[in-house]
């Protein structure tokens, strides 16, 4: 596997430090914490770690409102804590990639208090400014991911400025160069100190039309869904001129060794892979969220496969994301036994997998009462994030072992079942099932770099195979409940299960009919 870089090889894990392991007992997870734990992300196999932000912020976005881009919030630790875990990280054979956060800064960063101070402050035009129509209303109908206008009336300036998110995350002109030197210095702050690159906050955002023409109405809205979606952000994302900037934060990551350029992007597949960038100088990893966004049925699951499949670009290294900070986790979303048939999608398609901090025990999302929300986006619109960031579940100890203090989130009443220090002593536990699966992939090269055939299968089921230096495997997943089988004959091969969600079938032979029970799903070494 020596052509791939680490990156392609690789199993990419995302902690949301918040809620990892807290070393100070304040009941928020921090560095130190991170750092007592990374033997357990060593032998879990994965390959890097990605942090969610860590820099000084007034959190009201939990630190995707930054207010220094260059430091570290004291409530995780220090740039001497950091350090120390990119060093141990690496000790380890492992990589630290750190979020970037580009597209908005806090409304607390020293640039933003300049830019509100007067219409003719120098940093006035790092921030996205308009006066108001005649009438006093915003300058166009753009509406807030978190609800509401995108605009915030500035009582001393007497202009609206332009924030995608809260209004404490006004949104910085990427047009100014200014801008984009400064952005591009922190980076290299990073790189310098050793982050093996960045996974780029909506990098889809970054630039906004420049005549500010209004959104049109979304024809496929229904009842329900979030009220930003009622709009069609046909003029606020996407733009032409965004590929410029992929592509200069692409070279900046080029100027050091192997580093990576990682970019959350929600597009519908046909425009996702343009983030790979016309000559391969995009995105290395533009995150493809198909498997969060899809109903979990087979017929969309597949289509959706090939569809990826079919239009990346020549050159350009697929990925799949199970989960993360933003979604309901992925064992509330399709069940406890869809979720271990999920996991084997995840690690043996084609391209690097990005895994979801305790998703690898099966953790649920946790009920949380309105009035305890932390999420602003749950406060504002209803749709809380704070179910899926609850505390990493270590052991059966007080608070799951998270904390010894008071968890800023309540850590879920099934604990002392479901733990790393239970399901590693479990052979059927989740855990135990990741813990297969990575080292299989880690093992075999077909399931890196081996070519990918899909077998029409109809029904619930999802299969192909992999195969790489004259190895061939299968891999046939059932995504419904109830019994189903897949014929063999046209691979020509029978062969035996190496993995299976189910444990028992593991040295199982199959031969002409693979019979797969409900929620099962097998990997099978064929002959
Ligand atoms: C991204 C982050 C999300 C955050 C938003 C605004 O989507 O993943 O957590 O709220 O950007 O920064």
Redesign the pocket.
Known sequence: MSGQAWWQRGVVYQIYPRSFADSNGDGVGDLRGILERVGYLAELGVDAVWI?PIYPSPMA??G??VSNYTDIHPLFGSLDDLRELVHRVHALGMKLILDF?P??TSNEHPWFLEAKSSRTNEKRQFYLWQDAKPDGSPPNNWLS??GGSAWTWDETTGQYYYH??LPE?PDLNWRHPEVRRQMYAAMRFWLELGVDGFRV??LWHLIKDAEWRDNPPNPDYRAGEPPYTTLLPAYSTDQPEVFEIVREMRRVVEEYDGRVLIG?I?LPISRLVSYYGAAGDGAHLPFNFQLIVLPWRASDIAAAVSEYEAALPPGAWPNWVLG???QARIATRIGLRQARVAAMLLLTLRGTPTLYYGDELGLRDVPILPEQYQD??GKNIGLS?DPARTPMQWSAAHNAGFTTGRPWLPVADDYEHVNVERELADPDSMLSLYRRLIALRRSEPAFVAGHYRPIVAGGDIVAYTREHDGRRWLVALNLGGQPAELSLSALGAGGEIVVGTSRQRQGQRVAEQLALAGDDGVIVRLD
């Open positions: 969610s976005d939990f995707y409102d956060v597209n908005h991911v978190f995608a998110f995350q906050d909506v959350e929600y993360n900070h933003d602003p986006q994030r």
